[in-house]
């Protein structure tokens, strides 16, 4: 596989509440796959971070007690804490509040849609959703409420700048039917398809400017400040440097993938396409949009009590138990389930049961028998392997991988090297050689997946020696 430069984002978070297990499984999803693009050699870049210029953040604060700064402070702390725990190797954390790192680049961009003609003021009365930081219609309302957030919208009538989203309806479409701009599963697609068939309409970009404002001042009109759309969109292009020093995205723009999840679709399928066109400047190649997590069967809430912290798994499973569970049981397409009993099974049988107990056989084998580690020589990762990655089919790439765990397991029982090694030694030697060569090919399978793990296997591997019990056995 050629080298090549890889451009990986997670959706920028709010930092209002403390982060789900939805946040974890996204940005565990992306920290997968640059791990897999940096272990193929590509020069990968893997951006996260969160979105704090918004209503949500002032309001949080109040209920708290504390200023926005205090609070933001401490969430995204928090945000910083989870990523650790769960072993997130990105290269950059972006905060929209960030004066230095990313308001030169959102200024350069507004200016860069001013000057294509496509920004222009006019009076405005709408409902906006608070939950949502927009304004939606109607036609949108179950009761008379925003069906997500179950408020009622505030009718809201002001004067802000608005973006001729419209005007880029055609080229968008044109360029997601070509593939030009891959929208991935194919559902999401016709999804957003559907969408530009209506029609876009053009959209307000930014909100007057009072002195409970946040956010970034509109260029050349102090009364403005712009809203969530060009802020906070323009993270995946600031983080890179663009508008300042542009080395970065020089580098790596446009993105290999955008990943988020399917109630932003319209947002980075239409919007963001449009505000690049009009700077002319490249769209991103991919936008994955991940599916929701169900517990149960169920959407997870407080009021069904079937709410999981990831906190907590980590606490009690550990990192790379939670990292295999949502690379292996969760898949990207389709809306996946997790309960704490599924969780224990699938520890149970394909951890401990599963991929402890074959190193624990293996390892003590060569360390009774073998007299030296174990001259290792890799080969190219399996064609199975490295195509679920290139499609992003996470889940299968780790069914592979267990698939060659539950093949090495049946060699060792069909092959019994444990008996053979006592009637001829030589030959014994032989299976627990290849027995430990193919643990490395798994070894290096599991890397992006289970970092942790993989470590202390190859470690073991290297020293000849039979690990501590990797995953103990949950009762």
């Not at 798994?442 to 020293?463: F, G, R, W």
Request: include cysteine; charged fraction near 25%; charge should be negative.
């Amino acid at each position: 596989m050629a080298e090549k430069n890889f451009y990986v984002t997670t959706p920028i978070f709010y930092p209002n509440a403390n982060l789900h297990l939805g946040h974890a499984y996204v940005t565990t999803l992306t920290d997968v796959i640059a791990r897999y693009h940096r272990l193929v050699g590509d020069t990968t870049y893997f951006l996260t971070g969160s979105d704090e210029n918004t209503q949500k953040i002032l309001s949080a604060a109040a209920d708290a007690g504390v200023t926005p700064q205090q609070f933001l402070d401490d969430k995204v702390e928090g945000f910083e804490n989870l990523f650790k725990q769960l072993n997130i190797s990105y290269d950059q954390f972006i905060r929209t509040s960030d004066e230095k790192v990313h308001w030169p680049g959102a200024v350069a961009l507004w200016k860069k849609l001013d000057a294509a003609g496509d920004l222009y003021k006019k009076q405005y009365e709408g409902l906006y959703c608070v939950g949502h930081e927009a304004f939606i219609t109607e036609k949108d309302l179950v009761d008379g409420a925003c069906p997500d957030h179950g408020t009622a919208p505030e009718r809201i009538q002001e004067e802000n700048y608005f973006f001729k989203l419209s005007k880029y309806t055609q080229t968008i479409k044109t360029k997601i039917e070509s593939g030009e701009l891959c929208i991935i599963p194919e559902s999401r697609r016709h999804e957003i398809l559907s969408l530009l068939a209506e029609g876009l309409q053009d959209v307000s970009f930014s909100r007057p400017r009072t002195p409970m404002s946040v956010g970034i001042p509109v260029p050349g009109d102090t009364t403005q400040v712009m809203y969530v759309w060009c802020d906070a969109l323009s993270n995946y292009i600031t983080a890179l440097g663009y508008g300042q020093d542009e080395t970065l995205y020089k580098t790596f723009w446009p993105a290999n993938v955008h990943i988020i999840g399917k109630d932003i679709l319209r947002f980075h399928a239409a919007m963001w396409p449009a505000m690049l066109l009009s700077a002319g400047e490249p769209l991103p190649k991919s936008i994955l949009v991940h599916a929701m997590i169900l517990s149960g069967g169920r959407k997870m809430s407080k009021t069904l009590g079937n709410i999981i912290d990831p906190q907590e798994l980590l606490q009690e499973y550990g990192t790379d138990a939670v990292r295999y569970f949502l690379a292996r049981h969760i898949s990207p397409f389709e809306d996946g389930d997790i309960t704490r009993e599924h969780f224990k099974d699938a520890y149970n049988a394909d951890l401990a049961n599963g991929l402890g107990n074959l190193v624990a056989r293996i390892m003590q084998l060569a360390q009774t028998h073998l007299s030296a580690p174990v001259e290792l020589e890799y080969k190219p990762f399996p064609k199975e392997y490295t195509d679920a990655f290139e499609r992003f089919e996470i889940n299968k790439a780790a069914d592979h991988v267990w698939g060659r765990i539950q093949a090495l397991d049946q060699k060792i029982t069909e092959m019994a090297p444990f008996k053979v090694v006592k009637e001829d030694e030589e030959k014994g030697r032989g299976i627990i050689i290849e027995l430990v060569v193919e643990l490395a090919c798994i070894d290096q399978m599991l890397e992006p997946i289970m970092p942790q793990t993989s470590k202390k296997i190859i470690d073991a591997i290297m020293t000849n020696k039979k690990p501590e019990n990797l995953f103990p056995r949950k009762e």
